[in-house]
């Protein structure tokens, strides 16, 4: 069975301040791959970044970096001097190979203040 | 490429009516797959399809109908519609699975009174 735990329901910072978004999976399969989601308030859903479980890099794109470690399931995301544009609901995904399903957390809500 | 497209963006609808949702896609993906998004609940498989001619069933499908007789088109049927079933749909389409990114519709807000 999948499932994707983020146990941070609602984060509210102040502009400039970091933010670390947490999640954990929870896979029997060795090989699976892990996705973040951004929605911002107007509702879509943007693909921010993807991970196999073979790769066990860190990545950094801009004010943006993950944490993958396997060790203890987890997948997280920080938001390094965040921006109000930041604001929206980031949804972390498990997905195993050769299954069509994409298993979503319950999301994060990120609100940042000016 | 205009993406994946769902319309209409919202409907209303009496307990007991049927309707269906459209969505479309022009980036020649193979799979494609409905979710609904409820509050506190992340997003939920309903139905997808791996190819034309071919669907299957995801977590929560009671409900719902669907049917892929073009590479590009995936509707989603309600049959007879129920208050539970208000939520915001959202197609998605990729290439392959797993690995592969799913792109996503702008979504079809739906409220059953």
């Known amino acids: 069975a999948q499932k994707v735990t983020q146990a941070q329901t609602e984060i509210s910072v102040v502009e400039k301040e970091d933010v670390t978004l947490d999640c954990v999976y929870e896979t029997r399969d060795t090989t699976y791959y892990l996705f973040w989601y951004k929605q911002p308030p107007s509702g879509e859903l943007v693909f921010l970044i993807r991970?196999?479980?073979?790769?066990?890099q860190n990545e950094i794109s801009g004010r943006y970096s993950w944490n993958f470690q396997k060790s203890t399931s987890s997948f997280n995301f920080t938001i390094t001097a965040s921006q109000v544009v930041d604001s929206a609901v980031y949804f972390c995904a498990l997905s195993e190979a050769g299954d069509y399903k994409l298993s979503f957390g319950a999301g994060t809500t990120v609100t940042v203040r000016a | 490429n205009a993406g994946v497209t769902q319309t209409p963006k919202f409907q209303v609808l009496k307990t007991g009516q049927s309707m269906t949702l459209q969505c479309a896609q022009d980036m020649n993906h193979e799979y494609m797959s409905w979710y609904r998004q409820d509050p506190g609940m992340g997003l939920r498989l309903i139905h997808y399809?791996?190819?034309?001619?071919?669907?299957d069933q995801g977590e929560v499908p009671n409900g719902y109908n669907v049917s892929r007789s073009t590479t590009e088109d995936f509707p989603l049927r309600l049959l007879s519609a129920a208050p539970s079933q208000t939520s915001v749909y959202f197609c998605?389409?990729?290439?392959?699975?797993?690995?592969?990114?799913?792109?996503f519709g702008p979504g079809t807000r739906l409220l059953v009174l």
């Open positions: 998605a389409s990729s290439y392959e699975q797993g690995w592969e990114t799913q792109y």
């Open positions: 399809s791996v190819g034309a001619g071919i669907t």
């Open positions: 991970r196999n479980s073979f790769d066990e």
